[in-house]
């Protein structure tokens, strides 16, 4: 992968990272960065997805799904997630 392309998808996970940020999530916070640092971009996208949906601590707002179907969308990944978030953000 490119540095640019590395670097694009790393500025567009970045705002995914203060879901993360509960007093629970403090250890994914930290892997998520991990994930980040190491160029597994797909985990850090999967990681913040189990999060929301096992936490059901709060709703999230639809630019959040739609950022987060974008990301999907961009790494090809082709799974249920987007669809249960926007059923928990309705």
């Given at each position: 992968m490119k540095e640019a392309v590395r670097e694009e998808m790393r500025v567009q996970l970045r705002p995914l990272r203060p879901l993360?940020?509960?007093?629970r999530g403090h250890s994914f916070v930290d892997l998520f960065d991990e994930f980040l640092e190491q160029h597994e971009?797909?985990?850090a996208l999967h990681l913040v997805c189990e999060f929301i949906l096992d936490s059901h601590a709060s709703k999230v707002d639809?630019?959040?799904?739609?950022?987060?179907?974008?990301?999907?969308?961009?790494?090809?990944?082709?799974?249920?997630?987007?669809?249960?978030?926007?059923?928990?953000?309705?």
């Open positions: 993360l940020l509960t007093e971009f797909e985990l639809k630019s959040t799904v739609d950022q987060i179907e974008r990301l999907h969308t961009a790494m090809k990944i082709d799974d249920r997630c987007v669809e249960e978030l926007r059923r928990l953000s309705s």
